[in-house]
């Protein structure tokens, strides 16, 4: 297992034990298969391979195992090596490797041997999004495939019960930029899951034209400011949409989920806030 050059305060915030994931496979529902369905169609049609995947920043990594399913061999890797070692005890080692690294630091992957790179829910977390790009570029074969989304936020039919959610959220996010080494870094990470995913900029030297954006069930304006009025940016990131991107913003059905109480309040600690005065009263109004 590679051992990562450097790390960053992700690592503190999501470096946690089995007992953190198994909780958080349990509270943060799965995208519908129809998701993987699109991934993979697009990779075959585009002429795609199915020798190796790289499941990146993946965590507990909840769909290694759908990968797998298509790829002979699959690559995991987080920043957190107790995170890889909770992966690799799940998983197991049969078409699996594992690599505890940044998504920029590939110097340990063999330049083009790549067909697909996979970066489920962690994208925003990647401070320098030039690099980060350079580096899905420099390891993908050409012709490969890179995949990255994000699940968004909860929503709800009763809007008393989301708006107490996002109030919940916000106060999370504001404990967790006080609580960092870095606050305006994870700033700029919550700020990227605003509107709709401003992530992945495509240097036209590196990637094909006719990129798809796709928003589904995200509404006009996409998901709200994750964080309390008073915090803001000094400058805010560029748009990483390029003008050869193609945009879609859709509706499909099949993304509901019913949760009880005490599931939505494990659903919102999956998002590693701590415990403070202020979110014991919203929970408990």
């Known amino acids: 297992m590679a051992v990562p050059s450097s790390t960053d305060q992700t690592t503190d915030l999501y470096s946690k034990k089995a007992e953190f994931w198994e909780s958080y496979l349990k509270g943060r529902p799965r995208a519908p298969e129809r998701l993987l369905d699109r991934v993979f169609r697009y990779h075959e049609e585009h002429g795609g391979r199915w020798d190796c995947a790289h499941d990146i920043g ?55 041997t790549v067909d697909m790179t996979f970066a489920s829910t962690m994208f925003h977390f990647c401070d320098d999004q030039h690099a980060a790009m350079a580096a899905m570029a420099k390891q993908l074969r050409p012709g490969g495939t890179f995949v990255c989304f994000f699940v968004g936020l909860a929503s709800f039919d009763d809007p008393a019960v989301y708006d107490l959610y996002m109030d919940i959220v916000r106060t999370g996010n504001k404990g967790l930029c006080q609580n960092v080494r870095d606050p305006d870094n994870l700033l700029r990470a919550i700020d990227r899951i605003r509107g709709f995913y401003n992530v992945a900029p495509l240097e036209d030297e590196l990637w094909l034209p006719g990129a798809q954006r796709i928003s589904l069930n995200m509404g006009d304006t996409g998901t709200p400011r994750l964080t309390v009025p008073d915090m803001v940016l000094e400058t805010e990131e560029p ?46 109004p």
Request: aromatic share 10%; hydrophobic share 40%.
């Open 58 to 112: 993946a965590g507990v990594a909840p769909y290694a195992s759908d990968l797998r399913s298509r790829f002979a061999d699959v690559i995991l890797s987080d920043i957190s090596p107790d995170n890889v070692a909770v992966a690799q005890a799940r998983l197991g080692t049969d078409g699996f490797s594992y690599r505890a690294a940044r998504a920029e630091d590939v110097d340990d992957i063999t330049p083009g």
């Open 239 to 284: 748009l990483y949409t390029g003008p050869s991107d193609v945009e879609s913003f859709l509706t499909e059905d099949g993304w509901g989920f019913a949760m009880g109480i005490n599931d939505i309040k494990q659903h919102i600690w999956t998002m590693t806030f701590s415990e403070s005065d202020e979110l014991t009263r919203l929970f408990n």
